[in-house]
């Protein structure tokens, strides 16, 4: 069983830069890949980044702008968004699979946060 808990969003500027994070608990987090969705209203959820041991993975539509990282030793994911734009406004959540099954699914996905806000303004 893993537990993830966002932390870091909040109301920031077009243009403007958050980090979220992501912590899990349990002794195995160095072996689940961890992924990135966000949901705005009225909009099905979205797969924005992936991370399976050193590898990542990007939604077009945040690449370039998006950094997904871990740090094991602390069991913490992390989302750097830079050059943020209105239409990320989202609820972000994170998530774990293990092992790993389908990247960019949301279904594939066994472990889900409570979400973190994200507001930018114009």
Avoid: H
Avoid at 3 to 18: F, I
Avoid at 54 to 76: E, L, M, P, Q
């Amino acid at each position: 069983q893993v537990q993830l808990v966002e932390s870091g969003g909040g109301l920031v500027q077009a243009g403007g830069s958050l980090r979220l994070s992501c912590a899990a608990s349990g002794r195995t987090f160095s072996t689940y890949t961890m992924g990135w969705f966000r949901q705005a209203p009225g909009k099905e959820r979205e797969f924005l980044s992936a991370i399976a041991w050193s590898s990542t993975y990007y939604a077009d539509s945040v690449k370039g702008r998006f950094t997904i990282s871990r740090d094991n030793a602390k069991n913490t994911m992390y989302l750097q968004m830079n050059s943020l734009k209105p239409e990320d406004t989202a609820v972000y959540y994170c998530a774990a699979q293990s092992p790993l099954y389908a990247l960019r699914s949301e279904a594939a996905y066994d472990y889900w946060g409570q979400g973190t806000q994200v507001t930018v303004s114009s």
